[in-house]
């Protein structure tokens, strides 16, 4: 059964610094990772998802790596501003036959970046 | 447009109440999901639509009754509701069923007193 971890739970960083948050998950058959942000009280906005078959996905500041071999994602973010502070997830779908793309979530990781 | 919309925003019900929420989206995708999300806790799957069929229905209450009366529609009826139940309600779609990328609406804030 798939497994999906995020440490730390909570991350506070100054403005402008690079920040790396980290997901773990347990079956490396894994069919791909999606990064979500979460503003509080708000839904989930899709950051990137990177497939089992790619190494790498970026968008603007963010680039997502995936190595299924050790079970691990993360996400950089580069020159970090206030307006980053969200909590970012990470999700993997469920892998079984049939499977009809439940997604198993990490608890989150709380990003704080002061001005 | 990678839009699912969500109404209302924000919800409160006595227990006795009957309610609905809703979610469209227009992107012309056929796999539909209503998740809960409980505070500082990670969204959990509750029902799993495919082709407007129901698919997966995770264990949830019968107090929870999930409609999705055409392909850009999905209603989540709400009826006896204990307060437990109140927590953010996610409404995400991807193109078909499966492992591929979902998009999630705005959520409706659910309050049961």
């Known amino acids: 059964k798939q497994e999906v971890t995020q440490i730390p739970a909570a991350l506070s960083v100054p403005e402008g610094e690079n920040l790396v948050l980290n997901c773990s998950f347990t079956d490396s058959a894994i069919y791909n990772l999606q990064w979500f942000r979460q503003d509080p009280g708000k839904g989930l906005t899709s950051l990137l998802l990177?497939?089992?078959?790619?190494r790498e996905q970026t968008s603007g500041r963010l680039n997502a790596s995936l190595d299924k071999s050790s079970g691990r994602s993360t996400l950089y973010i580069a020159a970090s501003q206030p307006g980053d502070s969200a909590t970012y997830l990470c999700a993997a779908p469920i892998n079984y036959g049939g499977s009809q793309g439940n997604l198993i979530f990490g608890k989150g990781t709380k990003l704080s970046v002061k001005p | 447009d990678t839009e699912v919309t969500q109404t209302p925003k924000h919800l409160v019900m006595g227990m006795t109440n009957k309610k609905s929420l809703k979610c469209e989206q227009h992107?012309?995708?056929?796999?539909m999901y209503w998740y809960k999300q409980k505070a500082k806790k990670p969204p959990e799957l509750m029902f799993v639509?495919?082709?407007?069929?129901?698919?997966i229905n995770e264990s949830v209450p019968s107090r929870f009754s999930p409609e999705c009366p055409n392909s850009s529609l999905l209603n989540l009826h709400l009826h006896a509701l204990q307060p437990e139940d109140s927590a953010l309600y996610l409404c995400?779609?991807?193109?078909?069923?499966?492992?591929?990328?979902?998009?999630f609406g705005p959520g409706t804030r659910l309050t049961v007193t």
């Open positions: 992107m012309g995708h056929r796999a």
């Open positions: 995400a779609s991807s193109q078909v069923p499966g492992p591929y990328e979902q998009y």
């Open positions: 639509y495919s082709y407007e069929k129901l698919s």
């Open positions: 990177i497939q089992s078959s790619q």
